[in-house]
Nanobody, 126 residues
């Protein structure tokens, strides 16, 4: 059974930091690219970060570039999202997602990801 289990999010003050993790099971993690997305109330799901199966390619949107860092440990079947200099507009439910490394198409297209976590709430207070 495929599962992506995200760590608990939390409440943090603006300017603070938070690290999310997502542990995979039920598929060969090392052959999948991984992404993080987020969704704020009343808004569409937004791409946050991408990492190739071999960690050699990373992508971020301008909204988080320089503040967020994605990484992975294939030995632990885990992908991480380090979030620094958090802003109130970063408040959202954060999801990790997986797509096979052979998938073609935009890395920020949510529809191309096969597996999703249940989501974890991150709240940044001003």
């Amino acid at each position: 059974q495929v599962q992506l289990a995200e760590s608990a999010g939390g409440l943090v003050q603006a300017g603070g930091s938070l690290r999310l993790s997502c542990t995979a099971s039920g598929f060969t993690f090392s052959t999948y690219d991984m992404g993080w997305f987020r969704q704020a109330p009343g808004k569409e799901r937004e791409f946050v970060a991408f990492i190739r199966f071999n960690s050699l390619t990373l992508y971020y949107p301008d909204s988080v570039k320089g503040r967020f860092t994605i990484s992975r440990d294939n030995a632990k079947n885990t992908v991480y999202l380090e979030m620094n200099s958090l802003k109130p507009e970063d408040t959202a439910v954060y999801y990790c997602a997986a797509r096979a490394r052979t998938t073609s198409g935009d890395w920020n297209a949510a529809g191309l990801y096969a597996y999703w976590g249940q989501g974890t709430q991150v709240t940044v207070s001003s």
